[in-house]
């Protein structure tokens, strides 16, 4: 399954068994996307959302820091094929607008690995994982305003689900910068841990999550996100489409053997 999996410039994808690990490698940029890295993030999910034998995702940085946002100055720098007035409004539908529905809709559970600096698209990436494991001292930032532009990727939709309107308004207005700790403590992150020990913690993590009943587990994420936008009749017959699927898999089968047999369950993903 390997094969279907893209890197480049700016980005690690591997598999190891049922897990895809998708890796920001610019350390010495902060890992910051670009339109290659970034086009190649979606792919490589799109990819992922039909791969049978992927069982959970991992993303993360290399070296001290998870993201720095997107290379924005290399793509606003002087050059002879600067973008054209509407670049962004173009882009942006197949990039960021793409990328973050795409962590959301994912029927496979993504946990994300933070150190250092998760700033701008970074801090949203970190926002949209089902799970996000943060060194105390790393530094979510949406620095938008502060650069006189508004905030995109989502910020504006998932924040204020996440932390509240409040605090979405401190972060997104004020540019309140949050630590690990913080981000833990306010929703945006899972677990904050020492920053020597993410790596350990999230792979932890999704070793748990690769073991697990894969087809509920995608079912669960989606009823999870559906929740805001339904109402309570309309959200309990999607819970009961989701427990008709689930219930006619094999690991519906092995969890309920495993339970009549005293023992822990040996799920296949199926």
């Known amino acids: 399954m390997g094969e279907r999996y893209t890197s480049v410039n700016g980005l690690r994808a591997e598999t190891s068994g049922p897990v895809l690990r998708l890796t920001l490698d610019r350390p010495d940029r902060r890992n910051v996307l670009d339109d290659t890295s970034m086009a190649a993030l979606v792919r490589n999910l799109e990819g992922a959302a039909t791969d049978d034998g992927l069982r959970a995702v991992l993303l993360s940085g290399a070296g001290e820091d998870f993201c720095g946002g997107f290379d924005i100055v ?35 559970p993504v946990v994300c690995a933070v150190r250092g600096w998760a700033v701008g698209i ?13 060194a105390r001292d790393a530094v979510f930032w949406y620095p938008f305003l502060r650069r006189g532009f508004t905030p995109d990727s ?4 998932l924040l204020p689900r996440l932390v509240g309107p409040s605090r979405a308004r401190e972060l997104l207005i004020l540019g ?3 630590s690990g700790e913080e981000a833990a403590d306010w929703g945006l992150a899972d677990t904050a841990v020492d920053a020597g020990d993410v790596r350990k913690a999230a792979e932890d993590l999704v070793e748990t999550l690769a073991t697990g009943a894969t087809v509920a587990i995608g079912l669960t994420k989606s009823l999870l996100n559906a929740a805001p ?5 309309r959200h309990l ?14 690991d519906f089968r092995e969890g309920m053997r495993a339970f009549a047999e005293r023992r822990t369950p040996d799920f296949g993903g199926r």
């Open 122 to 134: 970074g801090a949203q990436l970190a926002a949209a994982a089902d799970f996000t494991v943060t």
């Open 74 to 108: 290399g793509r606003n720098a002087p050059q002879e094929n600067r973008p054209r007035t509407g670049s962004i409004q173009r882009r942006l539908p197949v990039q960021a607008n793409r990328l973050i529905p795409l962590l959301l809709e994912l029927q496979l």
């Open 154 to 157: 989502g910020s504006t939709w």
């Open 237 to 250: 017959a999607e819970e009961a489409y989701a427990m008709e699927l689930s219930s006619r898999s094999p």
């Open 176 to 178: 309140r910068r949050l």
């Open 229 to 233: 936008d339904n109402d309570l009749r």
